[in-house]
């Protein structure tokens, strides 16, 4: 039986002739998306799909409508993109023009967020049935008796079949993302690659939360067994999934939380992990879930007589990914919440091989950093991108942070000095020379998980420190169990006067980045960001 709300699609001034299918369970959208040819099954029962020419995000061809909503309120450049209200009333009107050609329609009604009073109603609205159960499991599902009075204050209509017009709806190609603030709609066109989706409604919470005093956060989030939160930020390939799925820790989330008063909650209810050589050995919790109904793999090799997949085949894509339901994780919170946290992560992924696996950050480095939001461009995340590059991407997530940059910093340093939460800065990248030397490897995955159990279990704090020559931050000397040679970066280099060199570099390349930051944070801040320099 389908739940359908008594707010229609015509309450909302949309007309179609489609069969609409609504809030279906993931039994029936499985069956849909095999009905109409959108994918198979595999082995051991993930429904298995392809997103074509798009295997990851478009980030230039989103746009935001710059009316008297957001012209003060958004971070104007080029992240965040301005469209004339003429050009997205002309968009509009063919996106429901083609909604109204379409034989059928999946609805989804759905929140954005988990803690009630910071949620956002959202309705979703799709031409491909395994869309629909991406979004389902990726957002919070209501519950039944929720539904049939459910309202959206945000509506996404994706339609990966529409092409757009530049010159008519003013974007940049036939592929497009449309943001309105003022009319809470968002529309989706011609990619095919779902993420586009649960990134449009972190952008919405992103946008709408800080006003309220919630921090929105582009995080992972779990819980120790003394019931301590830790909040690991990071851009995609960093290692904010693979470090949260923790066995030894209760997840809250994988990638977007707020962080209010009471709570660090998490936006979805799902989890989107990158597959591409995934192993049991390495990452069993997440390993488990390709062999799940339920879990929907995008751009995953099968073989289409034995349905086995192949992890490790790139061939497809690079940024692989596979969505399921956070219950799938077997630690995970049953409410997708915990306490404030104790420690904060900022997990980045340095292409050049300068900084240390992990160090201790000062309240004011922490907001120097999070401003920064260092890391490499890992490959197959954005389309174009073919190897790792240094990047600076603000709040480690600039691509969906609608408002300036300073708005979210000044928020966790206000949360850092209130709660008194420890800050540490943690290398996933590269040891011992720059990505693209020949022979050099990333850290490896034991040594980093060892380095975070020793800082989240506070032992870390009572090793001895030194002063990191660079940046200015704290580095551990020597911790148990782990080599002591990888703690200092320079000393892992063959050549040390090389890693001087390649350190200055990336000094200066920090120090230029932070400059557009300079007169909007105050002289803690500044005199923190001056240590580094």
């Not at 979703?124 to 459910?150: G, K, M, S, Y």
């Not at 660090?264 to 879930?289: Q, R, W």
């Not at 997530?397 to 949360?415: D, S």
């Not at 007169?519 to 500044?526: A, K, L, P, T």
Request: aromatic share 10%.
């Amino acid at each position: 039986m389908q739940a359908q709300s008594s707010f229609a699609l015509t309450d909302q001034g949309i007309n179609t002739q489609a069969t609409v299918k609504w809030n279906l369970l993931t039994g029936p959208l499985v069956e849909e998306a095999i009905r109409n040819g959108e994918g198979m099954l595999a082995k051991d029962g993930p429904l298995v799909v392809a997103t074509g020419k798009h295997t990851g995000r478009s980030a230039k061809d989103k746009f935001i409508v710059r009316d008297e909503t957001t012209e003060s309120t958004v971070w104007w450049g080029e992240t965040n993109r301005g469209m004339t209200p003429e050009h997205f009333a002309a968009l509009k009107a063919d996106f429901l023009s083609a909604l109204g050609e379409k034989s059928q329609l999946y609805v989804a009604d759905l929140y954005g967020g988990s803690q009630p009073e910071h949620r956002v109603n959202v309705r979703v609205i799709n031409e491909f049935a395994w869309h629909n159960l991406f979004i389902r499991t990726l957002l919070v599902r209501p519950e039944a008796r929720e539904l049939a009075d459910f309202v959206p204050e945000y509506t996404i209509i994706d339609l990966p079949s529409f092409r757009a017009d530049p010159e008519k709806h003013g974007c940049r190609s036939e592929t497009v993302i449309a943001v309105n603030f003022t009319e809470k709609l968002i529309l989706i066109g011609g990619t095919a690659y779902a993420g586009e989706m649960k990134k449009s409604v972190f952008g919405i919470l992103n946008y709408l939360l800080p006003v309220k005093g919630v921090m929105p956060m582009h995080c992972s989030a779990n819980i120790g067994p003394n019931g301590d939160t830790a909040v690991f930020f990071g851009l995609s390939g960093t290692g904010k999934t693979t470090l949260s799925a923790d066995a030894s820790r209760t997840l809250i989330g994988d990638d977007e939380h707020g962080w209010s008063d009471t709570a660090v909650f998490n936006f979805e209810g799902g989890c989107y992990a990158k597959m591409i050589n995934l192993s049991a050995e390495a990452e069993p919790e997440i390993y488990a879930t390709t062999k799940r109904f339920g879990t929907v793999l995008e751009n995953v090799v099968i073989d289409p007589a034995t349905r086995e997949i192949d992890l490790d085949d790139n061939s497809l894509a690079e940024n692989s990914r596979g969505s399921y339901p956070i219950d799938f994780i077997p630690n995970a919170s049953e409410k997708n919440l915990g306490p404030v946290p104790q420690n904060i992560i900022f997990l980045t992924a340095d292409a050049y091989g300068v900084l240390p696996p992990i160090s201790r950050l000062t309240p004011e480095q922490a907001m120097y950093h999070f401003l920064s939001g260092y890391t490499a461009r890992v490959a197959g995340t954005e389309i174009g991108v073919t190897e790792p590059t240094a990047t600076f991407s603000t709040c480690f997530g600039a691509p969906f942070m609608p408002r300036h940059p300073t708005v979210y910093g000044n928020l966790l340093k206000e949360r850092i000095a209130k709660g008194g939460v420890t800050c540490w800065l943690v290398n996933t990248g590269w040891a011992g020379g720059k990505a693209t030397d020949p022979g050099i490897k990333r850290m490896p995955i034991k040594v980093t998980r060892a380095l975070l159990n020793a800082a989240l279990d506070g032992s870390l704090n009572q090793v001895e420190f030194r002063p990191d020559p660079n940046f200015g931050f704290d580095v551990p000397v020597a911790v148990p169990g782990v080599e002591s040679k990888i703690l200092d970066p320079r000393a892992m280099w063959a050549d040390g006067a090389a890693y001087d060199e390649t350190a200055a570099k990336l000094v200066k390349a920090f120090v230029d980045n932070f400059a557009q930051f300079e007169q909007d944070v105050d002289d803690s801040v500044r005199e923190a960001m001056l240590t580094t320099a």
